[in-house]
């Protein structure tokens, strides 16, 4: 989640480093939701976390269709916070029962 950061404050941000970036992040969330998911009893809230998680998704990834005409990982507050939700997700499992 910092390495954005470290690269802007190192001067080293790469096209190929945007986009490797975006591709792990996919994997990093598809790896997520195949062990998580699969492992755990499907109720409701998971899927309202989810649908928010995917809308935030697909709402960036419209946003910089609309900006560039092309397709562009765009790294916003927004991502970040999809990030984030995706890091506090297994915490919350002892929290809200599944």
């Known amino acids: 989640m910092v390495d954005g ?5 190192t001067n080293s941000v790469s096209e190929f480093g945007s986009r490797f970036d975006s ?6 969330v598809a790896v997520c939701l195949v062990k998580i998911l699969s492992v755990i009893d499907n109720s409701v809230w998971l899927y309202a976390w989810t649908a ?7 709402i960036n990834i419209l946003s910089g269709y609309a900006m560039q005409k092309k397709y ?3 790294h916003t507050t927004m991502n970040k916070v ?3 939700l995706l890091f506090m ?3 919350t499992l002892s929290i809200i029962p599944s």
């Open 5 to 9: 950061i470290i690269a802007r404050k």
């Open 82 to 84: 999809t990030g984030v």
């Open 23 to 28: 591709i792990a992040d996919f994997v990093f």
């Open 89 to 91: 997700f297994p915490l």
């Open 52 to 58: 928010v998680i995917a809308l935030i998704k697909i």
């Open 72 to 74: 562009v990982a765009v």
